[in-house]
């Protein structure tokens, strides 16, 4: 059994006791998140794919720890200018753990 939902403008595949990074979200760890915009849900019945989204299917996902990605850096130049900049950006992460997914429609 798995599933695909979406979290801000990325998809993620999952199953039960899978551990995912998705974007930041301010939940502390150890506490409980759902994810309700499954675009697909595979069960014992088959596949059901939402249009866009399943109403009745949902993923509860358990927050393991606030980290930050790779380091990624940033830089600027200009040409004959003596113009250069150099940034560097870590963007935070949340992980998370797969308790269950949810259908309530008895399709599991």
Not at 80 to 90: A, E, L, V
Request: with cysteine; proline share 1%.
């Amino acid at each position: 059994m798995y599933a695909v939902f979406q979290d801000g403008s990325h998809q993620y595949k999952v199953s039960e006791g899978d551990q995912v990074e998705v974007d930041f979200c301010e939940v502390e760890a150890g506490k409980q998140i759902e994810f309700d915009q499954v675009l697909l849900f595979s069960g014992t019945n088959g596949v059901q794919v939402g249009r866009p989204t399943l109403k009745d299917v949902k993923v509860v996902a358990q927050v393991v720890e606030q980290t930050k990605g790779e380091k990624i850096y940033i830089q600027k130049h200009k040409r004959r200018k003596n113009y250069r900049r150099r940034f560097g950006h870590r963007q935070k992460m949340t992980q998370v753990r797969v308790l269950q997914i949810v259908a309530s429609n008895a399709t599991e």
